[in-house]
């Protein structure tokens, strides 16, 4: 709905004064010019830009900092209102990017690292079929690979595409190694349900109506279920919890073994090199691969 300016007031948009009576648009609670808001209607968002230029949101914001390339407009942020505004880029300067040598030479780079990595991938495929003719072979270095990997997966340095990445190959191995008879104990295991008391965040434990002066705030954890394993493997034992809901297979439990208090998402040292994860996780997919080539 388009309405008039009742005074002289600044667009929200481009900063230049709006006549009084001219046509304006409404944006978020601030008045902008009709031309402006049509404008806006035409940008891009930085994923549909790099999309046209065929590179990632990550490389193309690279590309227009390279080239000092500034945004046009900018729009609320899909996933955090309260962050950081999103850019969005004008499509012809993006269409004269797809020209630009800089966007030739990213490309290029690009490539250039694609081919490295599938060198490499095959390479370490040849070692390892060298190393361990039978996947069975490989199964206890695997599983020490994956023990390491599960631990650094809950450090917070870890990125969350890492993070998937180890627990999807976590959820196949530890399924392979059961169905394979290498499980000696499994066991349903649940954390949570404990009353935790905290400073009031209302009064920063110094005492207010909220936590009735006492300055502390007692809540209940979350529930926590998870399948317990333990296997062993080329004589050595291997634990790793699952949550239930990933446990889609059938399992018989054993008996309860108590074996002391477990909780979920704590930083333990690695007796891996972070210049080996790559190598261990394509070791555990070697395996995944060999015992199970239709998945």
Known sequence: ???TAAADILCHMCGKPILKRAPVRRLRRQFVHVECKQRQSMLLSTPHAATALQISSKHFLALTHQLNIEPQGWYVNPHARSGPECPLWAPEEVTALAQHPALHELKSRIQAARDARHRKAQERATMFAERYPQWQDACGPAAEALFNLNRYAKWHSCASAHRDEIYALKNRFVRLLYECGYCTEVQQHSVGGELRESACWGCYGDGCERCEGTGVYTAMTRMQTYMAF????????????QPISLVTWPIVETESVNRG???????????????????????VRYVLERACPTQ
């Open 1 to 3: 709905m388009t309405d």
């Open 230 to 241: 333990r296997f062993q493997i080329q004589g050595k034992s291997y634990a790793w919890h």
């Open 261 to 283: 208090q477990w909780e979920p998402e704590q930083e333990k040292p690695l007796n891996l090199s972070p210049r080996k994860f790559a190598e261990a996780k394509a070791l």
